[in-house]
C-alpha cells in the first residue's frame, strides 16, 4: 500500500527471487546454512577411510590481505570427491562466524598468519602436500590471472607462482558464477537417504 505497483515491479525488475519475495510480500527465510542443505555428518568420513588410489588436485582462492583458502581433493575412479586437506585448518580458529549477514563475518582463520609473500606460500604448499602427487592445481581466475604490478612490470599471480626457485603451475579454474558452482557441488552432495 505504500508504494505504487508499478514502480515496485520496475525497482524489482533486476533483482533475486529472494530479493523480490522480501521487498514485495514481506517474506524472509533463514539462508544460514541453506547453500548445502543435503551437506550432513553422511559427508564427514574420518581420514583414515579416504581411499589410498585417486587422483589428487588443488584449488586455491588467493587474496591480499586474508589468507589464500585452499583445498586438496583426491578424485577416484567411481566418482566421489574426497576433499582431504585444507589451508587455513582447524587450528587457525573458524572461516566465518555466525551474523546478520548472509555469509556471516570474518573469522580469525582469514587473518591469523595472513600477509605470506609468493615465495611462502609456495613453501606452506609444498609442506601441506608433503609426498602428495599432485595432479593439476587451479586457481580463482579474477585473482589468479589478473595483471598487476610487478617487480618487473605488469604480471599475475599465475606467473609469479610459476617463477622463482621452486615453479607452481596453477591453472585459472573455470570462470562460472557462484550460484552454477553451489549448484553442481549440490549434486554431488545428493544421495539416497531410503
Known amino acids: 500500500v505504500?508504494?505504487?505497483?508499478?514502480?515496485?515491479?520496475?525497482?524489482?525488475?533486476s533483482k533475486t527471487d529472494y530479493e523480490k519475495k522480501i521487498r514485495a510480500y514481506g517474506w524472509?527465510?533463514?539462508?544460514?546454512?541453506?547453500?548445502?542443505?543435503?551437506?550432513?555428518?553422511?559427508?564427514?568420513?574420518?581420514?583414515?577411510?579416504?581411499?589410498?588410489?585417486?587422483?589428487?588436485?588443488?584449488?586455491?582462492?588467493?587474496?591480499?590481505?586474508?589468507?589464500?583458502?585452499m583445498l586438496w581433493a583426491k578424485c577416484?575412479?567411481?566418482?566421489?570427491?574426497?576433499?582431504?586437506?585444507?589451508?587455513?585448518d582447524e587450528t587457525y580458529g573458524e572461516w566465518?562466524?555466525?551474523d546478520s549477514k548472509t555469509d556471516g563475518r570474518e573469522g580469525p582463520a582469514q587473518r591469523s598468519g595472513a600477509?605470506?609473500?609468493?615465495?611462502?606460500?609456495?613453501?606452506?604448499?609444498?609442506?601441506?602436500?608433503?609426498?602428495?602427487?599432485?595432479?593439476?592445481?587451479?586457481?580463482?581466475?579474477?585473482?589468479?590471472?589478473?595483471?598487476?604490478?610487478?617487480r618487473d612490470g605488469g604480471t599475475s599471480l599465475i606467473d609469479l607462482l610459476s617463477?622463482?626457485?621452486?615453479p607452481m603451475y596453477f591453472k585459472p579454474s573455470a570462470g562460472i558464477k557462484i550460484e552454477q558452482g553451489i549448484s553442481i557441488i549440490n549434486d554431488w552432495l545428493s544421495y539416497d537417504m531410503s
Open 163 to 166: 617463477s622463482g626457485d621452486n
Open 76 to 88: 577416484t575412479e567411481d566418482g566421489k570427491i574426497f576433499i582431504f586437506k585444507e589451508f587455513p
Open 2 to 13: 505504500y508504494s505504487p505497483f508499478e514502480r515496485m515491479v520496475k525497482e524489482l525488475s
Open 115 to 150: 600477509g605470506r609473500g609468493i615465495e611462502e606460500y609456495k613453501e606452506l604448499i609444498l609442506s601441506i602436500e608433503s609426498g602428495d602427487d599432485v595432479a593439476e592445481r587451479y586457481i580463482d581466475p579474477r585473482a589468479g590471472a589478473t595483471q598487476a604490478i610487478g
Open 28 to 69: 524472509a527465510q533463514a539462508l544460514v546454512g541453506s547453500q548445502f542443505p543435503m551437506f550432513s555428518e553422511t559427508h564427514i568420513i574420518p581420514s583414515e577411510k579416504i581411499p589410498k588410489e585417486g587422483t589428487i588436485f588443488m584449488s586455491c582462492d588467493p587474496a591480499g590481505a586474508r589468507n589464500w583458502f
Open 96 to 98: 566465518a562466524l555466525a
